[in-house]
């Protein structure tokens, strides 16, 4: 089957409808590019399974140096993902919000069950 019509037939009223309530999506976009580099995504899952962890504490799940998880952190935190606060001398990350939190998981839940279907896929 070819994915694309057979024939060229624009439905203007759908398009009006459409046009009339799209919204901008620089942002999300943004936010799909901060999560879309693994470590990123790996730091914030972490994060849903333990709520807040320090910076030394994520290098050692994500298997990095200090630097390098406070970097991809302050990536986060600066893109509205993560937030910060420092206990003595030791910094804590969370996530930022219920948002992010269902976010990560449902994306992971999902690509599980994409794993799981493409499994069940005949050859």
């Given at each position: 089957?070819?994915e ?10 759908v ?5 009339a309530?799209?919204?901008d ?61 420092r206990?003595?001398k ?31 896929i005949?050859?």
């Amino acid at each position: 089957m070819k994915e694309i019509c057979e024939i060229t037939k624009v439905h203007p009223e759908v398009v009006d409808h459409v046009q009339a309530r799209m919204a901008d999506m620089t942002e999300v976009a943004n936010l799909f590019k901060a999560l879309a580099d693994e470590t990123r995504l790996n730091i914030a899952y972490a994060l849903t399974i333990e709520e807040e962890m320090c910076v030394c504490d994520i290098a050692a799940v994500i298997g990095s140096s200090t630097a390098t998880a406070s970097h991809h952190l302050r990536y986060l935190r600066d893109r509205g993902l993560a937030k910060s606060v420092r206990k003595g001398k030791q910094v804590y990350y969370s996530l930022s919000d219920a948002h992010v939190y269902q976010l990560v998981t449902i994306a992971h839940e999902h690509a599980k069950e994409g794993a799981e279907d493409a499994k069940n896929i005949p050859s």
